[in-house]
Each structure stands twice: as C-alpha cells, then as structure tokens.
C-alpha cells in the first residue's frame, strides 16, 4: 500500500483527506494529529494589527520634505518620483469628456452618494475632496451627514434609501465609522452594482477567485496597480511584498498582484523579520498606517515602491499643525529604491481617480451606455 502511495501521486487526489492521516515518510502508517484542533478556531484568533517600528535604523535626519520632490542631489537619489496627480490628471480628463458624451447622447449623468457619519477633521477633508473631483469631470454627488452618535440604523437607512434611488448609481460610506457601529454589516447593506468602493464582499471574493470578475476593484489597491502599469513596470513573475492586511487596502492589493502572475508576501504586525522579507522584494506596497516603518535598509536596490501610507505628524511649520507622511521614510528610500511614489502626490489622486472611474462604470452599466 505505501508502495503504491509512492509511486502513484494521482491516488493521494483520490484518497482525499484519508490520505493524509498517514505519514509517507516511514514504512509503518502512523495517524497524524488530529486535523482540527477544537481548542482555537479554525480562522485564528483575532489580534488588534499594533505595528511597533524598527528601531535598529537611526531616525531619519528630516522626516518633513520639500513638495518639490525633483530637486534631491542627483549623487544621492536613484529613485524616479512617480507622478500620482499627473496620471490621476490624465485619467480625469478622459472621464470628464465620457460624462459630456453621456450627457449629450442620453441626458444622464452619474450621481455619487457619500454618507458621513460625525466630524473627523480628516474624514471631511477627504470627502470635501472627492465631492470636488466630482464636480471638475461633471459626476453629480449628494451627501448626508449623520452625528457621531447617531443610531446604526439611521446609517443604514441613508444606505438603503440611495440602493432604491436609481438616480444614484454609487454609494460610498466614509470610512471610519464610529466605533459603536458595525462596519461590516453597514458595508454589506450597499447594492452590490452601486458598490464603487469595492468593498461587498462578493466583489472582494470575485476578486480573489481565478477567472471571475468583479464589478468594481477597490479603489486604492486599483490605484497601485495603475501607478505600477502606467509607469511600465512589469509585475508578472516579479516578488511583491504587500506591508499591511487590512480588508481595505492590504489584501485586495495581494490578490490583484496575484491576478498580474507577481510572487507576493503579506507582512503583517506579527510577521517575523518584516525587513528582511520586504527587502527580497521587487515591489513593495506599504500600507500599514505607521510613519516611516520602512528604512531604506528594508528595501532591494533598484525595487519599485508605492507607499499607501498617509500619516498625520506634527508639524509646526504648517498651516495646519500637521503634514502628511508615508509608511516609507522618503528621505533613505530614494536612495536605494529606483522608483517611489510621494506622500502627498502619489496614490491619494490615484485612488480618488479611481473612484470617480468606478462611479462612470456604474453609471453606464445602469444606462447600457457603451
């Protein structure tokens, strides 16, 4: 019997899971472990993502950097700034002119509905800015603005009223929600064909399933990927480390890397020797949400990075108290990476462009606008 398990790999398919209760690696079956243990679930237990920074690298000289990011000593930076805001530019005129075209054939527009729930500072900034993008290319939005400690049920009912209004063809939930509320169940309660952030989970498993397609991509993930392509980077067969695993960001992300044939690693809070994982890598996306997490002595020379992070710091220098940096300490990776997005500038115009495309699609699938 063993002989025959040897030499015959078809019969492991047809034993299935019988054939794993036994070793192959010594003359006498001996039954493994039990298959489950009924002491942990069986999707691991549930652990809050705390980064802590590596602190063998020493601090960086300057964590604040000049927007005009081209004028670095070229004897120091090998790194080509990828221009987010100049191919999300590019991206939003073509959308601008397909909703004049649409406008002018069939008298409809797309509409985007936001709900916002309570004043984050920064959640308002974002939403005030993708209802200005609307506005530029000729997208219609509405919004409703609900108090922090407003019941979930007046969040979902703003959701289901924008599911039954068939003028609206997108919905977007600002995320985050406060912490009393489901999010998931608030986010699965969105139409799936007005899902423009990509988050239903039947886009999400669309996505992870070979073959299959889903309506919409998220729009960050979809971000990075259009940043990698446009600027003629080849993903297939290449080793992709994807830093951060929210459902958000982080695994869309991988599965999209895995949909262009990439090798791709996850690292996450509990991944051990994060740096060396990352600096085998010839594309790195980092969204992990901690500044300056990755050194440059995380990074491979001549690896492509897009860093997704875009974390408050103080500042006193501006207007606001605060400037934006990203999970790549900027100032070490220029000099070791061969390309990198900025932090602004980089994937922030991107996935808004994103958006804006998803919301058209939608709106032409609606109409059977071609």
């Avoid at 994060?274 to 085998?280: L, M």
Wanted: a neutral charge.
């Amino acid at each position: 019997m063993m002989m025959m398990q040897r030499s015959s790999p078809q019969l492991w398919r047809k034993m299935g899971l019988k054939a794993f209760l036994f070793s192959t690696c010594s003359s006498t079956p001996s039954l493994s472990p039990p298959l489950v243990n009924k002491s942990l679930p069986i999707l691991g237990p549930e652990l809050p993502e705390v980064w802590i920074p590596n602190s063998s690298s020493p601090p960086p000289t300057n964590n604040r950097r000049s927007p005009f990011i081209f004028n670095h000593d070229a004897h120091e930076q090998t790194a080509v700034v990828i221009d987010g805001k100049l191919m999300a530019d590019e991206i939003r005129s073509v959308i601008a002119d397909e909703v004049s075209r649409m406008k002018s054939a069939i008298g409809k527009v797309p509409r985007l509905a936001v709900i916002l729930v309570g004043e984050r500072k920064d959640s308002q900034t974002y939403v005030r800015n993708k209802i200005k993008a609307c506005q530029e290319v000729g997208i219609m939005s509405v919004m409703t603005e609900l108090p922090e400690d407003c019941a979930e049920s007046e969040v979902l009912n703003a959701v289901s009223s924008f599911n039954e209004n068939p003028a609206v063809h997108g919905i977007l939930v600002q995320l985050p929600l406060p912490q009393h509320m489901d999010e998931e169940k608030i986010l699965n309660v969105v139409s799936l064909e007005k899902d423009v952030d990509g988050f239903h989970p039947l886009n999400i498993g669309n996505l992870a399933m070979t073959g299959r397609e889903p309506l919409f991509i998220p729009c960050t993930p979809k971000a990075c990927i259009e940043l990698l392509l446009r600027s003629n980077v080849e993903i297939m067969g290449k080793k992709a480390v994807v830093i951060g695993r929210s459902n958000i960001v982080g695994l869309p992300t991988s599965l999209l890397l895995q949909r262009h044939h990439a090798t791709v690693s996850v690292v996450h809070a509990f991944t051990k020797n994060p740096e060396e994982i990352t600096r085998e890598a010839d594309i790195v996306v980092s969204a992990a949400g901690v500044a300056n997490l990755v050194r440059g002595n995380w990074l491979k020379p001549g690896a492509i990075v897009i860093d997704v992070g875009t974390n408050p710091v103080k500042d006193p220098d501006s207007e606001y108290g605060y400037s934006l940096t990203g999970d790549v300490c900027y100032e070490e990776a220029v000099k070791v990476a061969s390309a990198i997005t900025p932090v602004p500038g980089g994937v922030g115009p991107m996935t808004i462009a994103m958006l804006l495309s998803n919301t058209l699609d939608s709106a032409k699938r609606a109409y059977r606008f071609t």
